[in-house]
């Protein structure tokens, strides 16, 4: 069973920067897809970003042109650069891996948290 370790969160002002790390127990075998989501109390889990096999990248409207998804294969490593974070980015950030036959395999999460 593949696990997932993200870390990388904490406590920043508006403006600043932090790179979000999530890596992967074991290789990868049968996966479409990495990515980003995150999650507010009373709110549904949202897509921040996501990253195929083959590199395709998808963003949330709202994170465009801030952050970037990107990962290393080798060390089974998806990593969020998340620049010019606002408060409104405060959230609970999880990894995701989804699977061809449509599994998804989330992490434990890591706080983000944004100081205005």
């Known amino acids: 069973q593949v696990q997932l370790v993200e870390s990388g969160g904490g406590l920043v002002q508006a403006g600043g920067s932090l790179r979000l790390s999530c890596v992967a127990s074991?290789?990868?075998?049968?996966?479409?897809?990495m990515g980003w989501y995150r999650q507010v109390p009373g709110k549904q889990r949202e897509l921040v970003a996501t990253?195929?096999?083959?590199?395709?990248?998808n963003y949330a409207d709202s994170v465009k042109g801030r952050f970037t998804i990107s990962r290393d294969n080798a060390k089974n490593t998806v990593y969020l650069q998340m620049n010019s974070l606002k408060p409104g980015d405060s959230a609970v950030y999880y990894c995701?891996?989804?699977?061809?036959?449509?599994?998804?395999?989330w992490g434990q999460g890591t706080q983000v948290t944004v100081s205005s």
């Open positions: 995701n891996l989804h699977y061809a036959l449509g599994a998804d395999l």
């Open positions: 990253i195929t096999t083959r590199g395709s990248t």
């Open positions: 074991r290789n990868i075998l049968g996966i479409v897809a």
